[in-house]
């Protein structure tokens, strides 16, 4: 079968049509001739299908917040051909078993290439090393390595990670947090954490892990990804480790492109989050470090949670907010309306970069003949009142209810298989079922 | 009002006529009957997930002066999830009849998230929350200087002027805060003292002056110290030293206290660590307000009760 898509803008330059054919691009062009299959894409940006590396699909444990397909869907709808699950599951993806269960249920979902990452250490403890090796040269082939959730924070085990980890041509992706500046930690610690009384999670906490390992790194000549950075003083350890040469990436949040800490005012368990909201200055400098590349990605740490675990006190409440459906319209007002960045850069920091640094094949040459179809069609000019009613996963803590947001995802294409048509999710044939 | 969370927001005339209801509420405590009707046929549920016998027994005092029916549920919030038991046991207490919740609870925000989360109708009183505001202590504070400092003179007054020191664990305090929002209201000079482990960060915006030597602060001449109990067991998470210490630089000793003008005040909202944060004979002393605060706490809690009741009427 054969798919047209006619007059689509190329990462927002000229447009252009884009000829599928068995799951891969054929032609880009002009004249591609005709297809089984035409889709009017004018007003629209094409991008390559993008590529999350911080997701939690919460299966095998947690399916009552997320599964495998439900956090596929939720992928799909938000413009993803590639998710990275990360290992804080139950049990703890730090074996083979669970990376291959995983990576199966992710290719019978059907929506979205799953990329298990493995943990570093075994069930999370911090301990001892989990099963780095076998889940390196497992079924699913993993490359990314991470405690997320909870921070490697011994010294001389991140060391030998890092270490172990090279050995395989893997990555660790550290969640830097040291874990005794931040017991009990609830929110950002300032001005509000004064007033509402929640044990602060100071920011010197993830900074000197960054700057730790950054270091380690160097030492190690391995490499390192840092998630979810969160502060001012992170993008400075970050810019300083790069002008070194020392081999690290690193990735923000949309949720900390946007959002302040003074949405806690109320106490309202939606906005607690891990590492937790900060303030304006924070917001602007991690914006201007994705503009300027020190921060090489945007990823979403999607993190499902049903509604029992948000519909209590702040300090019951768990952390983590979902993000798939969201992220891309996040960026766009972020960082593109705002002209700190273009739509070539967006499919940088979503796409390409991504899957360069958690090696998922098909991504190198976005757009081009000869790659996978993997495309993503976005409306620039729609706004959408954001809600629960917009989200495809689980679960429904979205802290983004209320706002209007840029940018709609249209359409996406897997591997040629086209996932979101028209806005809406493409109900496939299962392929475990198939 | 419809609910008592925080000090926080609440203008100078509305806290003044919080005072003056208090006052009204102690006159009746001094009549032959001790009563008023205000809430007959209502009922107070006193919900302390956090053990407070003394802040629970002025509660329940308050609703039976005022003619409630009282029922207390106490749990040390042992169970797996403290959030749905929470929203359970409110919820229930709500369906056996309650018109008000008095909440105390270990976490900061319990009390704003049960007036914001729709679980239930009745008016909500914040007991305690966490680390975050214990308003009716603030209020039956501001009561006691008031009417130690002005006597007959002090309905319808301020605290404009006035110089509060609060010295201890301001971090750790519901108390601190909620005082300073109060005073600060009121128009009185509030300084907080504490060692800088103890002390906020990024609390340049309170209405406050920060010093970190109790001597330093008693310098400028005041007219009121407020100890806080500090807990022993900060001494293990190293927030300061040992006892000895913590005494030497922010306990309310005989020396400082001999230092100080005659008719300085000092108060204590209980329970005290005697000999700790202050000195036995200092508590004991004319200048102090602990017996005080303990019986004004009584009608602070009934001006609450009413306060809140008198927006359903209206
Ligand atoms: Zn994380």
């Known amino acids: 079968m054969s798919t047209i898509i006619r007059k689509a803008s190329i990462m927002g330059g000229d447009p252009a049509d884009i000829r599928i054919e068995d799951g891969q691009i054929v032609a880009v062009g002009v004249n591609v001739g005709g297809a089984d299959v035409e889709i009017d894409a004018s007003g629209l940006i094409a991008l390559p299908g993008l590529v999350d590396l911080h997701t939690h699909l919460r299966e095998p444990g947690g399916e009552s917040s997320e599964t495998i397909l439900s956090g596929s869907r939720a992928a799909a709808a938000g413009g993803f051909t590639a998710v990275h699950a990360m290992a804080n599951t139950s049990p703890v993806a730090d074996n083979a078993n669970v990376v291959d269960y995983v990576y199966r249920k992710g290719l019978e979902a059907g929506y979205v290439e799953v990329r298990p990452v493995g943990a570093v250490t075994h069930n999370l403890a911090g301990e001892s090393l989990a099963d780095i090796g076998a889940m390196a040269r497992s079924t699913a082939a993993v490359t990314v390595f991470s405690d997320d959730g909870k921070c490697v924070g011994d010294s001389l085990l991140m060391r030998r990670a890092l270490e172990y980890v090279a050995t395989f041509g893997g990555v660790i992706a550290q969640h830097a947090q040291d874990p005794r500046l931040t017991i009990d930690a609830q929110m950002n610690e300032g001005a509000m954490s004064a007033e509402l009384g929640l044990a602060g999670w100071p920011r010197v906490a993830e900074e000197a892990i960054i700057a730790r390992d ?63 909201l900060r303030t304006r200055d924070d917001v602007e400098a991690v914006r201007r470090g994705v503009a300027d590349g020190t921060i090489d990605i945007v990823a979403t740490d999607h993190a499902p949670h049903g509604s029992a675990t948000k519909d209590c006190t702040w300090s019951d409440a768990s952390f983590g907010m979902v993000g798939l459906e969201s992220a891309l319209s996040i960026v766009q007002h972020a960082l593109v309306d705002t002209g700190l960045i273009g739509w070539a850069d967006v499919a940088r920091i979503m796409s390409t970069t991504p899957a360069r640094i958690g090696s998922v094949d098909g991504y190198d040459a976005p757009l081009t003949v000869g790659s996978l179809a993997n495309i993503t069609l976005v409306d620039p000019s729609a706004t959408t009142v954001w809600g629960a009613d917009k989200l495809a996963g689980r679960s429904t803590n979205t802290p983004f209810t209320g706002l209007t947001l840029p940018g709609r995802v249209v359409h996406t294409f897997f591997r040629g298989t086209h996932t979101v048509r028209d806005g809406s999710i493409v109900e496939l044939s299962q392929a475990g079922n198939a | 009002m419809k609910h008592f969370i925080s000090t926080r927001g609440i203008d100078s005339a509305t806290a003044i006529r919080l005072l003056d209801t208090t006052a009204d509420m102690a006159d009746v405590r001094q009549r032959d009957v001790k009563k008023l009707p205000t809430l007959r046929g209502k009922t107070v549920a006193n919900v302390f997930f956090e053990d407070s016998t003394r802040t629970r027994l002025s509660f329940e005092a308050a609703a039976l002066a005022l003619s409630a029916d009282v029922s207390t549920f106490t749990s040390k919030g042992s169970s797996v999830s403290k959030g749905e038991s929470l ?141 806080l109990r500090i807990q022993k067991e900060r001494m293990n998470d190293a927030f300061f030293p040992d006892a000895a210490e913590y005494t030497r630089f922010w306990g309310m000793t005989t020396a400082r206290f001999d230092a100080v003008r005659a008719n300085t005040l000092v108060m204590h909202p209980g329970p005290m660590n005697r000999g700790l944060e202050i000195a036995g004979s200092i508590a004991d002393s004319a200048n102090s307000t602990v017996r005080d605060q303990v019986s004004h706490g009584v009608a602070a809690r009934m001006a609450v009760l009413y306060t809140l009741l008198g927006e359903d009427a209206s």
């Open chain 1, 214 to 276: 950054v270091l380690l790194a160097e030492y190690t000549g391995a490499r390192l990804h840092v998630c979810h950075l969160s502060t001012a003083g992170s993008v400075e350890v970050i810019r300083w480790a790069k002008q070194r040469g020392i081999q690290v990436t690193a990735e923000a949040t949309p949720h900390h492109l946007l959002l302040t800490d003074d949405l806690a005012q109320n106490y309202n368990p939606l906005f607690k989050v891990n590492p937790p």
């Open chain 2, 87 to 227: 929203k359970d046991t409110v919820q229930t207490l709500e369906s056996m009849g309650a018109d008000f919740i008095v909440l105390r609870h270990c976490d900061s925000g319990a009390a704003a998230t049960l007036a914001q989360s729709g679980w239930i109708n009745a008016h909500v009183i914040n007991a305690g929350d966490g680390t975050h505001e214990h308003p009716t202590q603030a209020l039956l504070d501001a009561y006691t200087l008031r009417s130690r400092l002005f006597g007959d003179s002090a309905r319808g007054r301020n605290l404009a002027g006035v110089r509060i020191v609060i010295v201890g664990d301001i971090l750790h305090s519901r108390v601190a805060r909620s005082n300073v929002w109060l005073l600060a209201t009121l128009g009185a000079h509030v300084t907080l003292v504490a060692p800088r482990t103890l002390m906020p960060r990024d609390i340049a915006a309170w209405p406050v002056a920060i010093v970190h030597t109790l001597d330093e602060a008693l310098d400028e001449g005041v007219d009121a110290v407020m100890t």
